[in-house]
């Protein structure tokens, strides 16, 4: 229910014309439950844009949106516009008529494509989803057809991002919740429970990387399948489906668009005491803690640890900041036999009484890492409140009374929701517990360059390639410190790229003698007559100081001379984040040419380049057979 | 509720939807004012089923001709629960 007294405050902000207005809009937004709430919110934002109610902080970039579809898009359209827009998300929306958007698709003139879309939201018509002969026909017919049906809607998607190179968003199809069949709906193929499941399925493993689901199937069985649809909304407004669904749609469109341009969080920080196990360790002893099958709530902790230990599977790191003894702490990790996580699984442990603000800035520091991709996770909302006030970019969750509740709690929090799965996020855990082997080798090397020698490091240089498009979108949209332009590009984006002869792009792994870093560096660079210009040039931070850089550099003269070119022209554009690389291309010999607010452009002549000299062996370079 | 009562409550709902401030009147049409397309109309009628509680029957809605006759029905059904 909407709460009249907020309603009403938000009312006077607005009167007065205060800025906290946007705050408490975006933040009712988030809390709001239903359709007519959402509507409202979002008549009052456009009450304020039209009294011009200053905001504060960034002005986004809006993104063109397109959506289409078998129904009407009204009002949809409406809450996509007013979650984008308070979530830093704003889009310019471009509506598609009522079930015109097979036509919209296949004209080349239509208007679709006069908008320019960046993005296309298409629900195609649920309609056409159905088998059309008869419930008894054979299982080949009714899998043919729904093959075709599949493929049909891959080539929609396909046509639009040919001709624009949009990323599309395409809803599935909600299975019936009526009782029609009885049980025998799922003992054919022919029936539009199955039929549906089947293209459901079939359309989210054969989806190339432009293509993303808005799983409809999904969030109709969340939210219960019966008042999903409303079959009046059908026939007197053409909706997709009931207005209670509506605002969960709108949300996870608008949660898709995000993830185009955000990575998900790296680092799970977690409290020990009633978070891993029930129980204060150092109160109750480590026989005292309740942990493993012995008990309900014993039990329960033990699955959250099993659960978190499946995100650590999938890439997350996970890290411990704990108010303890540092040796009691880790005891329990060390000695406890239900325990699932282990000293190894955590890349960083810090017990001790410092405030977890610090103890967070410290591992972000050690690890390399923006405090923006940590998650902190705590039973006590004191702990989460001072994480909040001090060290506000780390994203939070407050765990509830219930530690059975532990993993739904985590589970649909969105932090970690993988975009495709690389197989390098496996094996990240090992990547930075090497990394603290390398801090102890650097303690002790007399010089920098007797330690980079005793590395061993190899490298190895590779144009982009299809294969690892995932990885290197990944870099591009994830680096944040080491990163001269800040340009994203999705996997789709890359794609086209890979495609244009005026560009150059490459990457680069290092490997040494603690192990694999994987892919960490990335060079794009675009031909102009005899000039190469520096598109973007980014870095992990892992590998920081590790000469890659130098390698780099020397790589990209190579290519640009090859091609004849005279000079290489980079530019540094200023982000909060970057700040290490201001300076970077005078350290790398560069002349500066020009600086203005928001750029410096800085150039070097590569007729008479000398490669620099670094300690990494390139054992492949780019453009060049193995 | 009789009409009167569910037009003051009505006017709050209208409040909330549009822009600009309608006075809700019973010889008041859609055709009145500039922002109550058909459009607006959809997320009108939802915030109204949930202010009232009501549940209106396919297509009756369309079938009224002002904001009184609006308000007539949803006194009709209001006596329904």
Known sequence: MPDPDAEHNLQTLLLEGRPEFWDGLKLRTREAADFSELFQLSSLRKKAEARQLPKRGAVHKKTRLALLGGYSLYPLHELVGHLGDTEGTPCELWLGDFDNYISEIMDEESGLYGFEPQVVLLLPAEHRCKYTGALSDSREAQRAEAGRVVDSLLELARKIHTKTHAEVIMTNFMLPARRDLGAYRSRTLGSDWSFRKWVNLELGFKAPPYLHICDLEFLAARHGGISARDERAWFESKQPCSAALLPDVAREVVHLIQNLRRAPKKVLVLDLDNTLWGGVVADDGMDGIEIGDTSPRGEAFKAFQKYIATLKQRGTLLAVASKNDHAVAAEVFEKHPEMVLRLNDIVSFKANWEPKSDNLRQMAAELNLGLDSFVFVDDNPAEIEIVRQFAPEVATILLGPDPSEYVGQLQDCRFFEPRSITSEDAGRTSQYRSESQRQALLAVAADMDAYLESLGMEGSICEFTPVDVPRVSQLINKSNQFNLTTRRRSEADLTVLMTDPAYVGFSVRLRDRFGDHGLISVMIGRQEGETMHIDTWLMSCRVLKRQVEDEVLNELARLARSRDCTRLEGIYRPTPKNGMVREFYLKMGFNLVYRDETSTRYELPIEHYQPRPTRIKIVRRAYEPI | ?81
């Not at chain 2, 009167?4 to 004012?33: C, H, I, W």
């Open chain 2, 1 to 81: 509720m009789n009409q009167s009562e569910v037009l003051a409550k009505l006017q709050t709902v209208f409040d909330n939807v549009f822009l600009e401030p309608v006075a809700l009147t019973p010889a008041l049409t859609a055709k009145d004012v500039p922002e109550w397309d058909s459009l607006t109309h959809i997320s009108l009628l939802v915030s109204v089923e949930k202010a009232f509680s009501v549940r209106f029957r396919v297509g009756e809605v369309e079938q009224t001709r002002n904001v009184g006759e609006f308000a007539d029905l949803i006194v009709k059904r209001m006596q329904e629960r």
